[in-house]
């Protein structure tokens, strides 16, 4: 998952009813924009319809240099060969996450709100931090609200990428973007988008881009 300025970071919706009707949207949204990787977020599922999900998105993925990122689960990440995993505050500890993905692969770590956290995270090796949420969100219950200015700081003071989560839109992305996001994760803000996932793609990108010419 390449740092370039800034890139989307896909997140599924909580459920996938129908996986093959979901793969071929998936390709569509890939085929629109520039995306760094996928986080497959299937909360409460079952270890069968989690692995199923990996087996029939990964190769939409690596076909379009999309890495597949597991959210919770660094037992099960490792065991389906995910790129990386991504671990919450209450979830496996960051040192098992590593453990069991080993040293190549990604492990990234919610940090909230908290700077604190993601130093923490960020010194303990980390590939990435994830700061949020930063605007309201019915994809998933968000305990703090994070200010774009954490984003600023962490960019002045640290080197380790980091990703903004929460409520991002299409119309919300630029100032996230020129707060100084690494990455921008979204998941109803493209599967919900009126125009369909590809068209919220392709528009991320071009508010991105945007964004970046205003930072600067």
Same mark, same amino acid.
């Given at each position: 998952?390449?740092?370039?300025?800034?890139?989307?970071?896909?997140?599924?919706?909580?459920?996938?009813?129908?996986?093959?009707?979901?793969?071929?949207?998936? /390709?569509? %949204?890939?085929?629109?924009?520039?995306? =760094?990787?996928?986080?497959?977020?299937? *909360? @409460? !599922? $079952?270890?069968?319809?989690?692995?199923?999900?990996?087996?029939?998105?990964?190769?939409?993925?690596?076909?379009?240099?999309?890495?597949?990122?597991?959210?919770?689960?660094?037992?099960?990440?490792?065991?389906?060969?995910?790129?990386?995993?991504?671990?919450?505050?209450?979830?496996?500890?960051?040192?098992?996450?590593?453990?069991?993905?080993?040293?190549?692969?990604?492990?990234?770590?919610?940090?909230?709100?908290?700077?604190?956290?993601?130093?923490?995270?960020?010194? /303990?090796? %980390?590939?990435?931090?994830?700061?949020? =949420?930063?605007?309201?969100?019915?994809? *998933? @219950? !968000? $305990?703090?609200?994070?200010?774009?200015?954490?984003?600023?700081?962490?960019?002045?003071?640290?080197?380790?990428?980091?990703?903004?989560?929460?409520?991002?839109?299409?119309?919300?992305?630029?100032?996230?973007?020129?707060?100084?996001?690494?990455?921008?994760?979204?998941?109803?803000?493209?599967?919900?988008?009126?125009?369909?996932?590809?068209?919220?793609?392709?528009?991320?990108?071009?508010?991105?881009?945007?964004?970046?010419?205003?930072?600067?």
């Amino acid at each position: 998952m390449s740092q370039a300025d800034c890139r989307l970071y896909l997140i599924t919706p909580p459920a996938i009813d129908d996986l093959a009707a979901f793969g071929r949207e998936l /390709a569509h %949204a890939l085929d629109a924009g520039d995306v =760094a990787a996928l986080q497959i977020r299937l *909360k @409460d !599922a $079952p270890d069968e319809v989690v692995a199923a999900a990996v087996d029939a998105l990964t190769p939409i993925c690596h076909a379009r240099d999309v890495a597949v990122i597991l959210n919770d689960r660094p037992d099960l990440a490792a065991r389906l060969g995910c790129d990386g995993v991504h671990v919450g505050q209450s979830d496996a500890p960051y040192a098992e996450a590593r453990r069991l993905m080993g040293p190549d692969r990604m492990v990234g770590v919610t940090c909230h709100d908290s700077r604190h956290l993601a130093m923490e995270a960020a010194e /303990a090796g %980390a590939d990435y931090v994830a700061f949020g =949420a930063f605007f309201p969100t019915t994809t *998933k @219950d !968000a $305990p703090t609200r994070a200010e774009p200015e954490i984003l600023t700081i962490w960019q002045e003071t640290m080197q380790t990428p980091c990703v903004a989560i929460g409520g991002i839109t299409v119309e919300t992305a630029r100032e996230i973007v020129r707060a100084g996001a690494d990455f921008l994760a979204v998941s109803a803000g493209v599967w919900k988008h009126p125009e369909g996932p590809a068209a919220a793609v392709a528009a991320l990108n071009a508010e991105i881009a945007k964004g970046l010419a205003e930072r600067g």
